[in-house]
Structure formats: structure tokens, C-alpha cells
């Protein structure tokens, strides 16, 4: 079992930061890929980013490559999205998740094992 919080999120205008933190606990969380997904009210889940487990390879969803950047840090056990150039858009409660194929850049959620309980990231316009 992996267990994941998340943190970091709230309110800010368009065009602002914000950096959400997921902290794992439980088995090797260097033997897992990890993701962050979004999900708006009435919208399905999405792809946000994702990055190996040695954080050599990481990929970004179209709607937020050149803005949103994904990193880990082992030592910590905590995997990073750094959010920039913020829009109404992004608006979404934001989940990490863990992937039992380490050395894969998945975007589908179904195969990601584990999740966070999300946090809210609101972006007024």
C-alpha cells in the first residue's frame, strides 16, 4: 500500500503560481512512476503530468506543457508540480498519483494504483 496527501492548493488570480506538494508514505516510493491528474466539476479526469521513478523522463499534458512542471524528490518521498502563468481554465481539484510501472509515462488514470485525495486549485480571472 502507498498512501498520498497532497498540498498546496487554493485560491489565486490568473497569471500566478502556485506549487503543489504530494507526499508519499507506505511501500518504495522509488519503485513507483508518479502523476498528476485534474478533474473539474462535470469533466472527466485529465492527464496532467507524470515523471519516472529515478525523475530521469517526465512528460506534460498539452494544456499545460511550457506552464506546469513536474519533479521528485526521493529523499523526501514527494513529488512537485509547479504551476505558472495560472488560467481560469486550470481550475480543478488536482490528484497525484502512483504507478507500479516505474519506468512508465502513463496518461491513462485506470492504470495508476494509488491516489491522493486531491486538493483544490481555484484561478480567478
Known amino acids: 500500500q502507498v498512501q498520498l496527501v497532497e498540498s498546496g492548493g487554493g485560491l489565486v488570480q490568473a497569471g500566478g503560481s502556485l506549487r503543489l506538494s504530494c507526499v508519499a508514505s507506505?511501500?518504495?516510493?522509488?519503485?513507483?512512476?508518479m502523476g498528476w491528474f485534474r478533474q473539474a466539476p462535470g469533466k472527466e479526469r485529465e492527464f496532467v503530468a507524470a515523471?519516472?521513478?529515478?525523475?530521469?523522463?517526465?512528460v506534460h499534458g498539452n494544456s499545460v506543457k511550457g506552464r506546469f512542471t513536474i519533479s521528485r524528490d526521493n529523499a523526501k518521498n514527494t513529488v512537485y508540480l509547479q504551476m505558472n502563468s495560472l488560467k481560469s481554465e486550470d481550475t480543478a481539484v488536482y490528484y497525484c498519483?502512483?504507478?507500479?510501472?516505474?519506468?512508465?509515462?502513463?496518461?491513462?488514470?485506470?492504470?495508476?494504483?494509488?491516489w491522493g485525495q486531491g486538493t483544490q486549485v481555484t484561478v480567478s480571472s
Open positions: 498519483a502512483a504507478d507500479s510501472g516505474a519506468l512508465l509515462l502513463r496518461q491513462d488514470p485506470a492504470e495508476y494504483d494509488y
Open positions: 515523471i519516472t521513478w529515478s525523475g530521469g523522463s517526465a
Open positions: 507506505g511501500r518504495n516510493f522509488r519503485g513507483y512512476a
